[in-house]
């Protein structure tokens, strides 16, 4: 299956991943483009006219909200489908938020390879998808603040029973919840960089009243 438009654009930080959904879309015979956060993502788009953006949420620098937000303000990019991939944002609220911002489905990792080549298909054959209202800026920050601090929470509560989980078992079970816990604990320090830049943000919103 040959797309007679632009590319499909693929937006993951994690390199393995980023890797196995362009390989599964290229083996369809889809043309797509990478990056690697949103604002690479940003970089891309000015240059190819994506038929599709397919996108991580946690990533660094910019993640997917925030690209989601960007391209529904700006008339050149507002039309574009948006996919949302994520381990990390999945519960109802975070799916809510996703689909406000305009994200045309929402897909939990792992990828379930046939459900993902469904849904790239149905968008790009359908027709174009029915797209809400792009959000305000104020109602963008609330939310988005609201699923930081809420994602914080989480992480945090998760990386405290991982550290006590460890405390308990054997040598040779540690390493696996090891490396549970660094990745809960990079994702942890990633949403907080996030947080803060938000914070600088509303603070600098509210100085300038």
């Known amino acids: 299956m040959i797309v007679p438009y632009g590319p499909i654009l693929v937006v993951e930080d994690v390199p393995h991943i980023l890797e196995l959904l362009a390989v599964t879309l290229r083996f369809k015979g ?21 038929a599709m953006v397919i996108t991580d949420i946690l990533m660094p620098r910019m993640d997917g909200f925030t690209l989601m937000h960007s391209l529904r303000n700006d008339p050149k ?53 029915t797209i809400p209202p792009p959000m305000s ?6 939310g988005y603040l609201d699923r930081l601090e809420n994602k914080l929470r989480h992480k945090s509560q998760q990386i405290t029973r991982t550290e006590r989980l ?29 947080l803060d830049e938000l914070y600088k943000i509303l603070a600098q919103e509210k100085d300038d009243i």
Do not use: W
């Open 166 to 194: 460890l405390e308990t078992l054997p040598e040779e079970q540690k390493p696996a919840f090891e490396s549970i816990l660094k990745e809960a604990r990079d994702h942890r320090s990633e949403i907080q960089e996030e």
């Open 30 to 50: 889809y043309p797509v483009v990478t990056a690697t956060n949103g604002e690479e993502a940003l970089e891309v788009i000015a240059k190819e006219r994506p």
């Open 137 to 142: 800026q104020d109602d963008f920050y609330r």
């Open 77 to 129: 990019t507002s039309r574009i489908p948006v996919v949302f991939l994520s381990a990390t944002y999945i519960t109802p609220k975070d799916r809510d938020f996703a689909l406000e911002l305009g994200a045309v489905r929402f897909l939990e990792k792992p990828v379930d390879t046939p459900e993902f080549l469904l849904t790239v298909a149905e968008i790009l054959t359908q027709g174009p998808p």
